[in-house]
C-alpha cells in the first residue's frame, strides 16, 4: 500500500520528517502561489531525492479569501488561482471546504458569486490537463452526496481522484462503519478513491485531536485488508519514531 501525506505547513522542521519514511512518498504540499510551491517542491526533491515519488500542489487561500476551496471562496482569490494553472500540468489537489471556521463573513459576501464561483471550479475541474485530486468531507450518503453536489463541494468527474477526510481522531466511528465508508466510496469510486486518515498533527485550527500510533496502525491495517492502494495521513510534520516502526509493515 502506497503511503503518502499531506503537509499543510511545509516548514524544514516538517519537511525534514521525510528522512525518517522507510519508501518514496506522494507528498501534497500547501501553498499560496504557484511561486511558492515550485520553490519548496524543487527544495524538497533536491534534498530528499530517495524519499519522493510526487509531490502535489495543494493551493490555499488568505484566511480572509477562506483559505479552502468552495463556491464560497473570495471570487478574485479563484481567479487568481486558475490564472496561475493556466497551461499547467503538474498535479492539483482542491481542497474542497466551506470557510465556516476562516471567514463566515464570506457566506454573505461571496453569495452573489455563488454560481459563478461554483462554474470556474468546475471549468478547472473539468479542463485541466494535469492530474487532479478533490479533498473532501468524509460523507458517503446518497443524501449527504447530493448536497455536496449542491453546495459545489464535489464533482462528478470520472478523471480526478477523491480522497475523503476519514480522520478517526475528529470523528469517532466503530471499525465496522469505518470498513462500510470505506467500501461504500471504493464502490462509488473505483481505481480512483483514496482515504485521508489522522491527524497525527495538528492542521490550521491548532486543535485537532492526535490519533495515536496504535489506532494508525488500527487504520492501515482495516484499510490494507479492504485492499486500498494508497493512503494519506495528515499529516507529515506529525510523524514520530513510532509512527514509522509502523508504517515498515505495510
Avoid at 57 to 81: D, M, T
Avoid at 105 to 123: A, D, G, S, W
Wanted: overall charge positive.
Amino acid at each position: 500500500m502506497q503511503i503518502s501525506f499531506f503537509e499543510e505547513f511545509p516548514t524544514k522542521e516538517n519537511l525534514k520528517k521525510l528522512t525518517l519514511i522507510p519508501k518514496k512518498t506522494n507528498l501534497f504540499l500547501a501553498a499560496k502561489s504557484i511561486q511558492e510551491f515550485q520553490s519548496t517542491s524543487n527544495t524538497t526533491h533536491q534534498q530528499y531525492p530517495n524519499k519522493i515519488k510526487q509531490i502535489v500542489y495543494w493551493p490555499i487561500l488568505k484566511r480572509s479569501e477562506g483559505y479552502w476551496i468552495s463556491p464560497f471562496s473570495n471570487n478574485k482569490a479563484l481567479q487568481r488561482i486558475f490564472k496561475e494553472l493556466e497551461n499547467k500540468t503538474f498535479p492539483v489537489m482542491l481542497d474542497l471546504e466551506l470557510p465556516t471556521t476562516q471567514n463566515p463573513l464570506l457566506f454573505i459576501t461571496q453569495l452573489p458569486y455563488f454560481i459563478i464561483n461554483k462554474h470556474q471550479i468546475r471549468k478547472f475541474i473539468n479542463h485541466y490537463q494535469g492530474p487532479v485530486y478533490l479533498c473532501e468531507y468524509p460523507l458517503s450518503s446518497a443524501f449527504s452526496i447530493s448536497i455536496t453536489n449542491l453546495l459545489g463541494l464535489h464533482y462528478n468527474n470520472k478523471h480526478v481522484k477523491i480522497m475523503k477526510m476519514q480522520y478517526r481522531s475528529l470523528h469517532h466511528i466503530s471499525n465496522q462503519t469505518f470498513k462500510n465508508k470505506i467500501t461504500s466510496n471504493q464502490k462509488k469510486y473505483p481505481n480512483r478513491f483514496i482515504p485521508g486518515i489522522g491527524t497525527t498533527a495538528t492542521g490550521i485550527h491548532q486543535n485537532e485531536p492526535i490519533l495515536s500510533p496504535q489506532n494508525l496502525k488500527r487504520d492501515l491495517q482495516i484499510l490494507k485488508d479492504l485492499n486500498i492502494q494508497e493512503t494519506v495521513i495528515f499529516r507529515l510534520g506529525g510523524l514520530t519514531k513510532e509512527h514509522i516502526k509502523i508504517m515498515k509493515s505495510f
